[in-house]
């Protein structure tokens, strides 16, 4: 915005004084000064920009390969085809990566739950509208006519 507005009027201006006055180009300002700073200071900030970025950088692909890590988790446990760039990730972030603790609970509490859908009555459970009491009964019930059917049977 302020550079629209001193080129509109800036041009003007200079039209009306002649162009007598010389003014030292905006390329010939260093970067120092155009932001009010000594060139010290101004290497430190800049120093300073350069250390946050490499450390948001790190952070970056740190987070990238824990996701990396758990993709890689997940296609382990229902078999399917590794990725090539997940196992890269985890490879430039250093091989220590572990899932964060939340995520790790996570897996833990599924691979309980899955291990209790796999018994047989996690099986029964699954099905709807299902009384196990009832089902015993009626099993119960079975049992008693087929050792009456045999009692009455002449060929045994």
């Given at each position: 915005?302020a550079?629209m507005?001193k080129?509109?009027?800036?041009?003007q201006?200079?039209?009306l004084t002649?162009?007598l006055?010389?003014?030292?180009?905006e390329?010939?300002?260093?970067?120092?000064?155009?932001?009010?700073?000594?060139?010290e200071e101004?290497?430190?900030?800049?120093?300073?920009?350069e250390?946050?970025?490499?450390?948001r950088?790190?952070?970056?692909?740190q987070k990238?390969?824990e996701r990396a890590?758990?993709?890689?988790?997940?296609?382990?446990?229902?078999?399917?085809?590794?990725?090539?760039l997940?196992e890269?990730?985890?490879?430039?972030?250093?091989d220590?990566?572990?899932?964060?603790?939340?995520?790790?609970k996570?897996?833990?509490?599924?691979?309980?739950?899955e291990?209790?859908?796999?018994s047989?009555?996690?099986?029964?459970?699954?099905?709807?509208n299902?009384d196990?009491?009832q089902?015993?009964?009626?099993?119960?019930?079975?049992l008693?006519?087929?050792?009456k059917?045999?009692?009455?049977?002449?060929?045994?």
């Amino acid at each position: 915005m302020a550079f629209m507005v001193k080129h509109v009027v800036g041009g003007q201006l200079k039209n009306l004084t002649g162009g007598l006055a010389e003014e030292k180009s905006e390329g010939e300002k260093s970067e120092a000064a155009a932001q009010g700073m000594t060139p010290e200071e101004f290497e430190q900030y800049q120093q300073q920009l350069e250390d946050e970025k490499q450390e948001r950088e790190a952070h970056f692909a740190q987070k990238k390969a824990e996701r990396a890590t758990l993709r890689s988790h997940f296609r382990d446990k229902y078999r399917l085809p590794k990725n090539e760039l997940d196992e890269t990730q985890i490879q430039q972030a250093g091989d220590d990566v572990e899932l964060p603790t939340e995520l790790a609970k996570m897996i833990a509490e599924d691979n309980q739950e899955e291990t209790h859908k796999q018994s047989v009555l996690g099986q029964l459970s699954n099905i709807q509208n299902v009384d196990i009491d009832q089902l015993k009964d009626k099993a119960q019930a079975t049992l008693e006519d087929l050792k009456k059917q045999t009692e009455n049977c002449s060929l045994m």
